[in-house]
Nanobody
């Protein structure tokens, strides 16, 4: 299973970015998907989650500014980030809770991407 994030970059405070995450490989299904972020010296932080059916959940720090969406057919999720703040600067990681394996031998595989850097600075 491969997970690839894209869309990071440098943006001024108050600006917007849209992150994308594509999952590929021999996957039976993908259940929950999520965005996490990490800044140097801090623990990895959950940003937003989205279930297969579309229900979402957000960290308080990003609520009303970030929007997570999902395209199940393309095995992708997106993170629209508006009104960005310097404290949003981090490496953003995509996570996919996948189910893999042949019929009768399914197993859960928690897949992660390499991350994409988001820097909010003037």
């Amino acid at each position: 299973v491969q997970v690839v994030e894209s869309g990071g970059g440098l943006v001024q405070p108050g600006g917007s970015l849209r992150l994308s995450c594509a999952v590929s490989g021999n996957i039976v299904t993908i259940n929950d998907m999520a965005w996490y972020r990490r800044t140097p010296g801090k623990e990895r932080e959950l940003v937003a989650t989205i279930k297969y059916a579309g229900r979402t959940n957000y960290a308080d720090a990003v609520k009303d500014r970030f929007t997570i969406t999902r395209d199940n057919d393309k095995k992708m999720i997106f993170l629209r980030m508006d009104n960005l703040k310097p404290e949003d600067t981090a490496v953003y990681y995509c996570n996919a809770a996948t189910l893999v394996g042949p019929p009768g031998y399914l197993s859960a595989l928690d897949a992660w991407g390499q991350g994409t850097q988001v820097t909010v600075s003037s």
